[in-house]
């Protein structure tokens, strides 16, 4: 997993994106020797910490995109109070995920950079995700539709979800 520090010393940003492949509630990694990890959601929380604590507390949302990161979310919500984070409850394609954060950045690239960020700013930027989002996919579960039945070309491709901080 690392210190948790590697580009991040000296920048302040707002939003911190780690994007992967979410496995069994979590996200992939790599450990010190190159092996393959799912981090415990503790272990991950311990080095998002480390991570915020070089960032001067600039971070105000966390953005995991990555399949299945829902349990997960909601786990460091519980343990970062203050920080917003989007993820995804189910699985999503790469495409419909690109689009997602395609509508978010843009949305916040275009706001001022000042000191009246506010949590509001990003839940405006989540739903700017959602519409650019829904020009070309829909939200929903495309294991549960196609569990019922549904034909490909109709399947959803996705359920992002936003946990607002304080």
């Known amino acids: 997993l690392g210190r948790g520090d590697h580009g991040v010393a000296g920048v302040l940003p707002r939003v911190l994106h780690i994007s992967g492949h979410g496995v069994n509630g979590g996200i992939l990694m790599e450990d010190e020797r190159g092996a393959a990890k799912v981090p415990e959601p503790h272990e991950f929380i311990e080095k998002l910490?480390?991570?915020?604590?070089?960032?001067?507390?600039?971070?105000?949302?966390?953005?995991?995109?990555?399949?299945?990161?829902?349990?997960?979310?909601?786990?460091?919500?519980?343990?970062?109070?203050e920080l917003a984070v989007i993820s995804w409850e189910t699985k999503v394609a790469d495409k419909a995920a690109s689009a997602f954060a395609l509508g978010f950045y843009s949305f916040l690239g275009r706001r001022p950079i000042d000191s009246e960020r506010t949590h509001f700013d990003l839940a405006?930027?989540?739903?700017?995700?959602?519409?650019?989002?829904?020009k070309k996919y829909k939200v929903g579960d495309p294991f549960k539709q196609m569990a019922l039945g549904v034909e490909k070309k109709s399947l959803p491709h996705g359920i992002p979800r936003l946990l607002a901080g304080r």
């Open 49 to 81: 910490r480390e991570c915020l604590a070089l960032t001067n507390k600039s971070i105000e949302c966390l953005f995991l995109n990555a399949c299945e990161t829902f349990l997960l979310a909601q786990e460091i919500s519980q343990a970062l109070p």
């Open 124 to 134: 405006e930027a989540y739903e700017a995700g959602i519409a650019e989002f829904t």
